[in-house]
Structure formats: structure tokens, C-alpha cells
């Protein structure tokens, strides 16, 4: 049980961490997940990319549409976790083409990566990992169900799943 004395002082600390105060404060914080668009609502029924992925998954099952549903949702998981790898690929890229990383004879980075880039791909690590777990539970979701519906899946698949 929390003490009196540790829930006053989280009323005092939440008192000075409300967020930003002024409208520019409050305007450019609204945009923070906007930089690089991973945390977006994507409309996946207009996403091509997404359906054309979903098709080739589904195969034979196409009529069952709880199947249908779970290849959706693996293509999707797949479509979100390649947008992420580009992005941090891209990073990478730029960063290099600004100040190219050499390396010693040892292998050590003679330039290391900027904190900026290092930065930035430790915050693209949250949206990774939720893309592996979601395309992990998405591919055994539709294995599950395709396997149990009967029709042939290729075996090298299901072992390619996490």
C-alpha cells in the first residue's frame, strides 16, 4: 500500500507535469506523432499494398471470410513492420550520406552515428516490436484457422514464423 507521504508527493509532481501550457506548446505536441506518420490510422481496405499482400496470403481460402479477416491482418502487420525497417534503413542513409561512417582496421566505428540518429532509431524500436508481435500473432492466427479448415499450406512457411 502507498504511504500518505508518496501519494502527496505524486499529487506535487503531477502538478508541475501537465503538458505544455500555451497554445504554440499545445499546437506543436499535437504534431509529435506526425513526424513519421507509424502511429497513424491506416485505412486498409484503400491500402494497395496491404491488399495485394493479403491476396496472394490467402490462396485457396479466399471464400472463408475468418480467414479472409486473418490474412488481412497478417499482410497489414507485414505492410506496418516494412514501412518501420524502411524508415530506419533510411535514417541510417541519410545519416551516412551527410558524414560517412569509416571503420578502423580493428572493426571499431572510427565516426560513430550522431546521438540524433541513435535517437531516433531507439524510438523506432516501439513501433518494430509491435509490428514483429502483431505479424507473429497474425501469421499463427491464419495458420490456425487455414490448417483447421483444411486445404494445403506450405510447411516452409509455418516454420518461418517467429
Known amino acids: 500500500m502507498t504511504s500518505d507521504r508518496a501519494t502527496s508527493a505524486n499529487r ?9 501550457r500555451t497554445a504554440s506548446g499545445k499546437q506543436r505536441a499535437s504534431q509529435n506523432a506526425r513526424s513519421h506518420g507509424l502511429s497513424a490510422r491506416h485505412d486498409v481496405a484503400n491500402d494497395a499494398e496491404v491488399v495485394r499482400l493479403a491476396e496472394a496470403i490467402i490462396g ?3 471464400s472463408d471470410p475468418e480467414i479472409a479477416g486473418a490474412a ?3 499482410a497489414e502487420a507485414q505492410v506496418m513492420l516494412t514501412r518501420v525497417l524502411s524508415l530506419k534503413a533510411r535514417l541510417i542513409r541519410e545519416e551516412v550520406e551527410v558524414a560517412p ?11 560513430p552515428p550522431s546521438a540524433t540518429l541513435l535517437k531516433r532509431l531507439e524510438h523506432l524500436d516501439r513501433y518494430e516490436r509491435r509490428a514483429f508481435s502483431r505479424r507473429k500473432s497474425a501469421g499463427r492466427r ?11 499450406l506450405c510447411r516452409e512457411s509455418e516454420d518461418r514464423l517467429p
Open 72 to 74: 488481412l491482418a497478417l
Open 12 to 20: 506535487r509532481n503531477a502538478q508541475a507535469s501537465t503538458g505544455p
Open 60 to 62: 485457396e481460402h479466399r
Open 142 to 152: 491464419f495458420l490456425n484457422l487455414a490448417s483447421n479448415r483444411g486445404g494445403s
Open 101 to 111: 561512417i569509416s571503420s578502423c582496421p580493428d572493426g571499431q566505428l572510427a565516426t
